[in-house]
């Protein structure tokens, strides 16, 4: 079994492994793989950036600490004993943050940063026993070298039974968290999707409230409400100071210092009362037009929840009347008319959970918008999945030439391993807008997918294309379909100490370079920096500072934290050094998320589905751990091996029991999230209330 610091990657005929190794002037083996010389430089990038950040948090805005300038409605109680000091504020919050417990975290942030945190520990908790087990015991077995021949081995039994030891720890870690996620349910979770009629008379209605598309409406209420703050702002001014302030209203009008033609200021209370009045017009006209603009859906709210669960049934129950089957509800006398059969019913989510400007895109709109999208997005990542296919087009045209025989370990291992993560960095900001402009009808299901999408093209891009040796997904497919090519990769060579170098390289990267810039927030940064200066006025740039902090993105940061840890737990056995790295990845993870979250993002309300996928999600991480050793044996040892045949018939398991508990239901009854009820007292009654999945867009069929 290799380790991580032996060889340069080479057949026994003395053949490099891949073809584009040869005549490469990077990539190419250095002592130790590189690694003391990345971590020394990765570590000195990180400091430098805690530096930055600490002058940017300082100096500019109030930008470590826009969550808790920014408007809220409901008041946040930090700590009654502290006041802050602008010139102590990094100091001031880091003392807080140092002594805030989850208690706090919870009152600031909400219930969701706590599942998103205790989950991060359980994976910090798993990573301490496999660094340990992997430290002890693997890797002085790989160190003893003798396994990379195609003799059997009796050690190599040794590397699959931990890898199984693994994969149990992983089961038993996610079932713990999993049984302690809480997820409270409120009187919202009684209301029920559907119109309701006489056809059910037992069922007492309380409210109903249609739904109507509001997008453009909403737009201009908030537009007034900013008007209506910078002239209660200039008005408090002219009362305090005795003066009228004249501003430039152009685009960056505060850098325009001459009065010249075209940059003529106006008295700030009068253009900001005209804005908001045509905003209150143009308000005015909306509102009465928005009933011709139904979206044909309502909420139904309910006496019990026993009544919601008695209509649910009966909308969603599957009747065969000849070649279909379909739901027919309780009839009534305008079923008919209304055609009720193709109505549906679903349980609705909380109204802080609901995209209300995106529910007006359904139907066959919404999928033609999410087919559109989603094929850009692939041929966008197709050819550029990976930096390696920069790294050999430098090579192409002898870039690196002049460094050919310094074999630096910056070169070969640094530059790469930063590139890796700056395109693994800038992968997720892609995929969250593609995410966002496909208009899904609630955040839970909008984080979930981003979540999926992520960790999908981020396993592909940072662990399973470079542990091939492919540089791309095009070249992968090439290599898959093309069998006449010359250029035959060959797959004995998988899995040398060289790749195992990288990929620790990369996890240290992802340690110090990856953190700190979650840390600093290059790219709210730069859309704070360009949203402060396109603003008119001082009015607007406090508008600026009050509305710029977003809600945290669990999905994204969920496909981050699980993309390390899966290249930890896949490489956990032929590379053991890369375990104690990946647990100081999650130990910055969460104190860089930790303070993110208190500090610079806002509370979120999101169901727990997304919370359970990532727990199912985890699982594919010591599952990619057996399918390492499993080719790594079949590629050496043949398939008729013991040792072979052995892994083959556990990943088969594996992976039937995840797929069969994932997708199909099965073992339910096992599962620590047997849905209990629990009471909850709401407007002086008891009610029983149970979580149900709501639907996450068009998919789940709001429609008429």
């Not at 690694?35 to 530096?51: A, E, K, R």
Request: glycine fraction near 4%; aromatic fraction near 14%.
């Amino acid at each position: 079994m290799p380790t991580c610091a032996k060889g340069l990657g080479v057949t026994p005929n003395g053949t490099y492994c891949y073809s584009t190794a040869q005549e490469s002037t990077v990539l190419q083996g250095v002592t130790f793989g590189g690694v003391p010389t990345v971590l020394l430089l990765d570590v000195t990038c990180f400091l430098v950036i805690i530096l930055i950040f600490s002058i940017i948090r300082r100096r500019f805005w109030d930008y470590g600490r826009i969550a808790l300038v920014s408007e809220n409605e409901r008041q946040v109680k930090l700590f009654n004993c502290i006041v802050f000091c602008y010139d102590w504020a990094l100091i001031t919050d880091l003392f807080i943050y140092l002594w805030c417990s989850d208690e706090d975290i919870h009152e600031r942030c909400g219930n969701d940063a706590i599942i998103y945190l205790h989950f991060q520990r359980h994976l910090i908790c798993l990573l301490v026993i496999v660094s340990m087990l992997s430290l002890c015991v693997i890797l002085p077995v790989n160190l003893s070298g003798g396994l990379l021949g195609k003799k059997l081995n009796n050690l190599l039994w040794l590397h699959i039974i931990f890898a199984i030891i693994y994969l149990m720890l992983t089961v038993i870690f996610m079932r713990h968290h999993s049984r302690s996620v809480k997820h409270k349910e409120g009187v919202v979770s009684f209301c029920i999707l559907f119109i309701c009629s006489e056809a059910y008379p037992s069922c007492t209605v309380e409210e109903v409230q249609i739904c109507y598309d509001v997008a453009k409406l909403t737009h201009l209420y908030k537009e007034r409400k900013k008007a209506m703050k910078n002239v209660a702002y200039y008005t408090d001014i002219f009362q305090r100071l005795g003066k009228r302030c004249f501003i430039n209203t152009k685009p960056c009008g505060h850098f325009c210092c001459c009065d010249i033609r075209g940059c003529e200021r106006e008295d700030a209370i009068d253009y900001y009362t005209k804005v908001s009045n045509k905003n209150l017009d143009e308000y005015l006209k909306e509102e009465e037009i928005i009933h011709n603009k139904p979206l044909g859906m309502v909420f139904v709210t309910l006496k019990e929840k026993s009544m919601a669960t008695h209509i649910l049934k009966d909308f969603n129950a599957c009747k065969c009347q000849g070649c279909n089957c379909k739901g027919e509800p309780q009839p009534s006398t305008w079923s008919k008319e209304l055609f009720i059969s193709k109505w549906s019913a679903a349980y609705a989510t909380h109204p802080e959970d609901i995209c209300w400007n995106n529910l007006s895109v359904q139907g066959p709109k919404w999928w033609f918008r999410w087919f559109c999208i989603n094929l850009l997005l692939f041929c966008g990542l197709f050819f550029l999945t990976t930096p390696s296919i920069i790294i050999s087009t430098m090579d192409k045209f002898n870039v690196t030439k002049p460094i050919h025989y310094l074999n630096n370990p910056v070169v070969s291992q640094f530059f790469p391993t930063v590139l890796l993560w700056s395109f693994s960095a800038l992968l997720p900001t892609i995929v969250y807008y593609s995410t966002l402009f496909e208009l899904h009808w609630t955040k839970s299901g909008e984080h979930r997918i981003m979540m999926h999408k992520v960790y999908i093209f981020l396993i592909f891009m940072v662990l399973i294309l470079p542990s091939l040796g492919l540089t791309s997904l095009d070249f992968f497919f090439r290599w898959v379909f093309d069998k006449a090519s010359k250029s035959r990769i060959r797959l004995e060579c998988v899995f040398l100490p060289d790749q195992g170098a990288f990929f620790v390289n990369y996890v240290i990267a992802s340690s110090f370079i990856g953190n700190g810039m979650e840390l600093l927030r290059l790219p709210g940064l730069m859309l704070y920096t360009i949203r402060m200066i396109l603003a008119r006025s001082s009015a607007e740039r406090d508008n600026v500072k009050q509305h710029q902090a977003f809600q945290f993105e669990f999905g994204a940061m969920y496909a981050w934290t699980l993309c390390v840890f899966t290249v930890v737990m896949a490489y956990s056995i032929t590379c053991p050094i890369i375990v104690p790295f990946g647990l100081i990845y999650l130990l910055l993870k969460h104190t860089v998320d930790r303070y993110n979250l208190y500090y610079a993002f806002l509370p979120a309300k999101l169901e727990k589905q997304i919370h359970f996928a990532a727990v199912n999600q985890a699982l594919a991480a010591p599952i990619l751990c057996l399918f390492w050793l499993f080719f790594f044996s079949l590629l050496r040892l043949g398939f008729k091996a013991p040792i072979t045949l052995f892994t083959f018939l556990v990943l088969l398991i594996a992976i039937a029991v995840c797929l069969g508990y994932t997708c199909f239901g099965c073992l339910k009854h096992l599962s620590p999230r047997n849905y209990k009820e629990t009471k909850h007292e709401i407007t002086g009654k008891r009610y029983h209330t149970a979580s149900a999945a709501p639907p996450k867009s068009p998919v789940s069929g709001y429609e008429k």
